[in-house]
Structures are given as structure tokens and as C-alpha cells.
T-cell receptor, first 114, second 113 residues
Framework: DQQVKQNSPSLSVQEGRISILNCDYTNSMFDYFLWYKKYPAEGPTFLISISSIKDKNEDGRFTVFLNKSAKHLSLHIVPSQPGDSAVYFCAASGRHNAGNMLTFGGGTRLMVKP | KAGVTQTPRYLIKTRGQQVTLSCSPISGHRSVSWYQQTPGQGLQFLFEYFSETQRNKGNFPGRFSGRQFSNSRSEMNVSTLELGDSALYLC????????????FGPGTRLTVT
């Protein structure tokens, strides 16, 4: 049972345009959501997070939107840069877990073309 | 501040052997989690340690075990290796018992032949 899903395995965007990566979750107990970026042969790098008490969080070029009723979150990257090309994972956690445990989606490969 | 370090970075083992992987968290971080990444299953949670206690365990067989030392460093062990254990093993640290933001090391690439 996949509790966090990223339905688009890949996304191609032109440099300077907006990249929108989507994530859906099924477990209503999740109350904290994170986005990570991963390059090959490296560990994931934390990008941005959002608590379920908010519907938007912004950090520079990165904005995460949370729609609790739809159990959906999205990451917007504006403007997209070639260095943003990587695999992006969304992750979720919640107080129902006895500890710091993240449940990850399958990832979306973003390719930003110059 | 130094990041999460993992040793070794690459490892080749034979079926039936056992392996120990090591992780040093960011200084001051007390929670260490381990994840397995494979092409088929994605990133899956193995277990998490805080103050030398395992607080959470993922859905992995008992061949996978771990521990945490008093200085927060952690090791994970896989016994009786199987071909399917070939994966990237990632360690992540977070500051305290309720910090969801985890910071990952570069991983150990384990190949079982």
C-alpha cells in the first residue's frame, strides 16, 4: 500500500519557466511534508517543508502548496534552472509514528533544458 | 558544520556474508534513521534510533539490525546477505526526537554477488 505517490515519473521544462511537481498521499495522519532533491550517487538534499497547519511555504525559488482536503501537495520552482535537474522526492510524516520516520514517494525526474 | 558521513561508500559482498555499515550524524543531532533505496522499491525506511533506543522499525526481515552509540553514531548490520539486498543504504540525522527534517549522508552502495 503506497501511502505517498508521485504519479509523474519524469518532467521536462524549459529553463526560466515554472516546474510543478506533484505528490498525493492517502494517510490522513500525516501532518508534515517535505521535498528532497537527489542527484545520482548522492544522498537526498532537504529542500523545503510544510506543516499541515499551513497551505503554503516559500523559500526563494521554491514554494510548496498543501491541499489537505485533496491530500495533495505540489512543489513549484520558479524560475527553473539547468542545475535543478535531479530526482525530486516528496516525503511525509506524522505524530502517529513513534519517531522521526519519513514515508517517501517514488520520485519525479526533472529535466530543465537550457 | 560537517554533514552526515557514511562509511564505506562502496562495498561488494558475496551471498551469505554479513556486512556492517557506519554512520556519523551531524554534530548535535541525536536521531539517526536508515533507509534503503532500490530501483524497484524506492526509498524505504529501515529503522530509527534516538538516545541509543530503536523507536521505529520498517517492514524488513530480522536480518537487518542496527544500533546507536552514546555519541549518536550508528551502525547497521545485514546478516546472511541476499542478492536482493543490493541497494544504496542511506543514513539520515535529525536534531531531536520530534524533528521531521532529516539530513542525509551520501550513502553506502552495497553490491551482493
Amino acid at each position: 500500500d503506497q501511502q505517498v505517490k508521485q504519479n509523474s515519473p519524469s518532467l521536462s521544462v524549459q529553463e526560466g519557466r515554472i516546474s510543478i511537481l506533484n505528490c498525493d498521499y492517502t494517510n490522513s495522519m500525516f501532518d508534515y511534508f517535505l521535498w528532497y532533491k537527489k542527484y545520482p550517487a548522492e544522498g537526498p538534499t532537504f529542500l523545503i517543508s510544510i506543516s499541515s497547519i499551513k497551505d503554503k511555504n516559500e523559500d526563494g525559488r521554491f514554494t510548496v502548496f498543501l491541499n489537505k482536503s485533496a491530500k495533495h501537495l505540489s512543489l513549484h520552482i520558479v524560475p527553473s534552472q539547468p542545475g535543478d535537474s535531479a530526482v525530486y522526492f516528496c516525503a511525509a510524516s506524522g505524530r502517529h509514528n513513534a519517531g522521526n520516520m519519513l514515508t517517501f514517494g517514488g520520485g519525479t525526474r526533472l529535466m530543465v533544458k537550457p | 558544520k560537517a554533514g552526515v558521513t557514511q562509511t564505506p561508500r562502496y562495498l561488494i559482498k558475496t551471498r551469505g556474508q554479513q556486512v556492517t555499515l557506519s554512520c556519523s550524524p551531524i554534530s548535535g543531532h541525536r536521531s539517526v534513521s536508515w533507509y534503503q533505496q532500490t530501483p524497484g522499491q524506492g526509498l524505504q525506511f529501515l529503522f530509527e534510533y534516538f538516545s541509543e533506543t530503536q523507536r521505529n522499525k520498517g517492514n524488513f526481515p530480522g536480518r537487518f539490525s542496527g544500533r546507536q552509540f552514546s555519541n549518536s553514531r550508528s551502525e547497521m548490520n545485514v546478516s546472511t546477505l541476499e542478492l536482493g539486498d543490493s541497494a544504496l543504504y542511506l543514513c539520515a540525522s535529525s536534531k531531536d526526537s520530534v524533528s521531521y527534517e532529516q539530513y542525509f549522508g551520501p550513502g553506502t552502495r552495497l553490491t551482493v554477488t
